[in-house]
């Protein structure tokens, strides 16, 4: 069984930041790709960045890049989202999630990735 567990969410204001994690355990746990997604009210899931384990090569939606930073502690199985310059746009529940253990490469796409945490809700006001 593998668990994802978010933490790190709130209230921030407009120009903020706030940093998220997720530490993922579970025996079965051998993913090679991280990734954060994030959906808002009424909208669809949506992709925001991806993480490879044993490299740390990273990739982000052009919403994001610049503001957001995806990084990872192998030792933790924690990855974590820097989130910078904060708009309300930004206003989602965020995921983590990884693939399964087969799929070696970073995916924009939410139905490659098998395991999702709980979400955490992250709100900015203007």
């Known amino acids: 069984q593998v668990q994802l567990v978010e933490s790190g969410g709130g209230l921030v204001q407009a120009g903020g930041s706030l940093r998220l994690s997720c530490t993922a355990s579970?025996?079965?746990?051998?993913?090679?790709?991280m990734g954060w997604f994030r959906q808002a009210p009424g909208k669809e899931r949506e992709f925001v960045a991806a993480i490879t384990w044993s490299d740390g090569n990273t990739v982000y939606a052009d919403s994001v890049k610049g503001r957001f930073t995806i990084s990872r502690d192998n030792a933790k199985n924690t990855v974590y989202l820097q989130m910078l310059s904060l708009n309300p746009e930004d206003t989602a529940v965020y995921y983590c999630?990884?693939?399964?253990?087969?799929?070696?490469?970073?995916?924009?796409?939410?139905?490659?990735?098998?395991?999702w945490g709980q979400g955490t809700q992250v709100t900015v006001s203007s």
């Open positions: 579970g025996r079965t746990f051998s993913s090679a790709v």
């Open positions: 999630a990884a693939p399964p253990a087969t799929i070696a490469t970073m995916s924009t796409y939410a139905w490659v990735y098998t395991y």
